[in-house]
């Protein structure tokens, strides 16, 4: 038998939950007695009036008979309100998503162990919206993940309306492939700071490098993202900061390979070297910044040597150009220093002229890893090293 699912969303007044229920219609109209006002029936679909050229239940109500293949899905106002909402998560970039539904478990579940210190839990959820192909994926989500959830079941004459639509991040082309979407506003890193710390707290422990920041420079790659992210979470890291001509960090790629670690961390992008934060205020004590700038090349000891992406509109010189930058090997840093920032330049480039003036100004030193050959460790090798070694020294 045909069958058409019209899905409409009814508020709970009582308990304020968003759900749905199906509402079907098949070849002939249900011959129970229909009542005004009924939400299990469509008004559009039932005719309350009287016209004696149809045939009658009762004196009062008349019901139209009415075949699938007669209701075209244009007509209805459901499907294109989804379009519209589609678009919207499509285009709009202060959205972000989530892919598939292994991810979607991860991002959720470390969303709910944060919600916990949020008041208002409705209005907090990084993940708000879930777009389905077919309602029955649910199923592999627990109850309480889409508690507050607004759930949106995408029409399949939709998804293939759409599919011309050929670019590399299309929602509908994602949904045809993953079934589930995620989809939630760009998360302020600064709730996710609160809630990482907040959640900490809780169990009992600490930041383990709560006194280290990292700066990456123009992060190009998705991978090398991928690897310095989760380097940083398992270390605990305070925050990293992205510069300018970097990745887009909540990009769909980056947060389904991540698999959640870009919410688990505060990440500030297009960081400004004019506007950081440089001192710190440690109880009530203001540390300036210990500035370690990873710098394989013996060649470069002064900013004039230092050039990158991020210098090409300000080559002017400076007083701080000729001063040299002492060089320390990164195991003679002091890791245990309350203040301490960790730079790492553009892959190929190195470091900009702007963060080595920055050393010169706050006394910094260039940071290299020995080795035995003499080939330039990788991005991401180089950071894990450093990251690494920082863990060992504050865990002694």
Not at 117 to 139: A, F, G, N, Q, W
Not at 330 to 339: H, L
Request: proline share 5%; hydrophobic share 35%; glycine share 4%.
């Amino acid at each position: 038998m045909n069958r058409l699912s019209l899905f409409r969303f009814i508020l709970d007044q009582s308990n304020g939950l968003k759900q749905f229920r199906s509402l079907s219609i098949t070849l002939n109209a249900s011959r129970k007695l229909p009542t005004p006002g009924d939400p299990v029936y469509d008004e559009d679909l039932v005719d309350f009036g009287r016209k004696d050229d149809i045939p009658k239940i009762d004196d009062n109500i008349i019901v139209k008979e009415y075949r699938c293949e007669n209701l075209r899905d244009e007509d209805f106002q459901e499907k294109e309100d989804i379009a519209a909402r589609v678009e919207d998560f499509q285009c709009n970039k202060t959205y972000f998503r989530v892919e598939g539904i292994y991810p979607l478990k991860v991002v959720m579940r470390l969303q709910n162990q944060m919600m916990e210190h949020l008041c208002d839990k409705r209005m907090d959820h990084i993940i708000e919206t879930l777009l389905v192909k077919d309602e029955s994926i649910l199923d592999q989500l627990p109850d309480h993940y889409v508690d507050f959830m607004e759930i949106l079941v995408v029409p399949d004459s939709l998804l293939k309306k759409s599919s011309s639509i050929q670019h590399h991040f299309s929602i509908s082309n994602a949904l045809e492939k993953k079934e589930i979407i995620g989809i939630g506003k760009r998360p302020n890193p600064e709730m996710i700071g609160f809630l990482r710390d907040e959640f900490i707290k809780e169990n009992g422990g600490d930041l383990p490098l709560g006194n280290v920041r990292v700066i990456v420079e123009a992060l190009k790659h998705f991978e090398n993202a991928k690897n310095i992210i989760d380097t940083c979470a398992l270390n605990g890291v305070q925050s990293i900061h992205l510069s300018p001509h970097s990745v887009d960090i909540l990009a769909p790629p980056m947060v389904t390979r991540s698999q959640g670690s870009v919410l688990s961390l505060p990440i500030y992008q297009n960081m400004s070297y004019d506007y950081f934060d440089y001192i710190k205020d440690v109880d009530g004590v203001q540390y300036p910044p210990l500035l370690v700038l990873l710098e394989g090349s013996e060649d470069k000891s002064t900013p004039g040597d230092f050039s990158n992406i991020l210098d090409k509109n300000d080559l002017a010189s400076s007083e701080f150009d000729d001063q040299v930058i002492p060089r320390v090997s990164y195991v003679d840093v002091d890791w245990t220093y309350p203040n301490i920032i960790v730079v790492f330049g553009q892959t190929s480039f190195g470091l900009s002229r702007q963060i080595a003036r920055k050393a010169v100004q706050y006394d910094g030193c260039l940071c290299f890893i020995p080795t035995t050959i003499d080939i330039p460790l990788s991005l991401s090798t180089a950071l894990s090293a450093t990251i690494f070694e920082a863990s060992r020294v504050n865990n002694l």
